[in-house]
């Protein structure tokens, strides 16, 4: 069984049901995505992963334990990190401090992890003591990313981590977390660029009214004329 | 040279000094303002009562105190009674948001409605302070009342202008200037400090990092006790304690804060002193500093009074009118930003 895997996730927010069994999992140092049109239940099948909505069945194992039952603070003590799409960051807090909060259930020293995200993302080491507030789209999404790895997560949730930085910045973002993949994380997140995620994507699950449509490699994906036409943009 | 130096010990003695002294105790109310405003996200009406009510629990047990025999010598003995004050005024504090606030928290009621709900808590503390000490005014400075008297300084300096600084004064600013060193390095250099700025940036964010939200309210209460007490205390020993008085707070401190900026502290500091400052220099009565100053052919025939003290609350209301017209966020507000 794959390091992470949510299997079978049914429920919704309290109305008719958003995910109708979708199945997703990613072993640790892969990465897998999880593509499909508006609507389809994409970020929702992320929060459930995090625990953030009520399952009327299915389940998630976290390293063969399972975490279904845990609220999401629980999940990330239990190893998730996790990157929301809006609102990552503290504005107010410096930079520093903002890492420090993602340190905030540890209690031992940080200094080896500060010092392993400054290496990854060294725009937050010069940046170091400016508001978050401050930074361009792109920075703040390296620091909510590098706030997610303080807690030294051995899964990275991350949802639509490029949604509204530049085309540049957006291919810089996919090879950190191509990087931040190699060091041996499983990395699952969530694209509205389906075709640029699944460029690195080991695995890519497309999704259909909150179902699994097509899973492949993202290669097979991308290459299959029936998902591009549908679901990448339609250039065929 | 003489009258350029009897001008300056006049508007120091009767401008500056209790300026700065209405400013530091309009600081301490309005960090509380916007501590609230901050981590709890709403406008507490009952802020004044709360420092009416920390005042009143002061100053009883102050006679008590004074009852045993206890003194401090130079010193009011109040600042002894505040330290005991403090924590009971936490715990009323506390005690409300239970009963109160924290409902409205976790049915994720809009912030208009919290600010009812505190509308309904100012009605109810105004009836217990009421009922605990009365209507009427006290004064419950003891102690040395002058640092600098006025004979004392006319007989020292032979200037004609006496320089008057009360113990109450100096107190104010120090102890202002003391509380808030520790509440600005309690908010930066603390891991609590930092969580409860972190909660207020970003609620869900800081409760997916692992903040304690209940612990971060108690804790927000706790300061705003403090703050409370010494503010009230301050403006007590200073100017008297009178409930109706303490009531009228409201005002200057909401104006200190939004000038400032809610939720900012730095900007609820330079608020108070925006409107202490304005309040008293426009209800001054400039003549006399005027006359020192200015060249004898141009010294003033009136008062040089631009508005008589009653309206000073006009002045407070004016300078909240202009800032939500022309900057809402305040100085060092979110949009300023």
């Known amino acids: ?236 | 040279m003489t009258d350029i130096l009897n001008g300056l010990v006049h508007l120091t003695s009767m401008l500056i000094l209790p300026g700065l002294a209405y400013g530091s105790q309009l600081a301490l109310g309005a960090l509380g303002v916007t501590l609230i405003f901050g981590v709890l996200r709403f406008s507490s009406f009952a802020h004044a009562e709360g420092l009416s009510l920390g005042t009143a629990l002061t100053i009883l047990i102050t006679l008590w105190l004074q009852g045993m025999g206890v003194s401090l010598g130079v010193l009011p003995t109040a600042l002894l009674g505040m330290l005991l004050a403090m924590p009971l005024l936490a715990l009323v504090f506390i005690g409300t948001d239970r009963a109160l606030y924290r409902h409205f928290r976790r049915i994720n009621a809009r912030p208009e409605v919290f600010m009812i709900v505190s509308a309904g808590v100012m009605l109810i503390m105004n009836g217990v302070i009421r009922l605990v000490i009365g209507t009427d005014g006290r004064d419950f400075e003891d102690g040395e009342r002058f640092i600098v008297t006025a004979r004392g300084f006319r007989d020292w300096s032979g200037l004609a202008e006496p320089l008057v600084l009360k113990t109450s004064q100096m107190l104010t600013i120090g102890l202002a200037v003391l509380a808030m060193a520790c509440l600005f390095r309690f908010l930066n250099r603390t891991r609590a400090g930092r969580s409860m700025r972190a909660y207020a940036d970003n609620r869900n964010l800081a409760l997916l990092s692992g903040v304690d939200p209940d612990r971060i309210v108690r804790l927000t209460w706790v300061l705003v006790a403090v703050l409370s007490v010494l503010a009230g205390v301050l403006f007590g020993l200073d100017k008297g304690y009178r409930p109706f008085v303490y009531q009228q707070l409201l005002l200057p401190m909401f104006a200190a804060a939004v000038v400032g900026g809610l939720g900012s502290p730095v900007g609820a500091v330079v608020g108070s002193m925006i409107v202490a400052f304005s309040e008293l220099a426009l209800t001054f009565a400039w003549k006399k500093a005027l006359t020192y100053l200015l060249p004898a052919g141009l010294a003033p025939d009136g008062m040089m009074q631009l508005l008589s003290t009653e309206y000073k609350f006009a002045v407070s209301f004016l300078i909240l009118v202009i800032v939500l017209l022309v900057r809402p966020a305040g100085l060092y507000g979110k949009a300023a930003r």
Not at chain 1, 205 to 219: E, I, K, P, Y
């Open chain 1, 1 to 236: 069984m794959s390091f992470l895997r949510a299997e079978n996730l049914t429920g919704g927010y309290g109305g008719p049901p958003i995910l109708n069994g979708c199945t997703i999992e990613v072993d640790r140092g892969r990465i897998a995505v999880i593509v499909g049109p508006n609507g389809a239940g994409k970020s929702t099948a992320m929060k459930a992963v995090l625990g953030m909505l009520r399952l009327t069945s299915g389940r998630v194992m976290l390293d063969g334990r399972d975490i279904t039952a845990l609220p999401p603070q629980a999940r990330i003590r239990a190893g998730m990190g996790f990157v929301p799409q809006t609102e990552n960051v503290f504005p107010t807090l410096t930079v520093f401090e903002n890492l420090q909060m993602g340190a905030l259930l540890r209690k031992d020293a940080i200094g080896d992890t500060l010092d392993e995200i400054f290496a990854l993302f060294p725009i937050l080491a010069d940046k170091r003591h400016q508001p978050a507030g401050q930074l361009s789209g792109g920075q703040r999404q390296q620091l909510a990313v590098g706030r997610a790895l303080m807690t030294r997560p051995s899964v990275l949730l991350l949802d639509e981590p490029t949604a509204g930085v530049s085309p540049n910045v957006m291919d810089e973002l996919f090879d950190k977390i191509t990087r931040i993949a190699a060091q041996g994380l499983a990395v699952l997140m969530v694209e509205q660029n389906a075709a640029g995620a699944l460029e690195i994507a080991d695995t890519g699950f497309v999704l259909v009214q909150g179902a699994n449509r097509f899973t492949g490699t993202g290669r097979e994906l991308l290459a299959d004329p029936d998902t591009r036409r549908s679901f990448l943009g339609g250039r065929a």
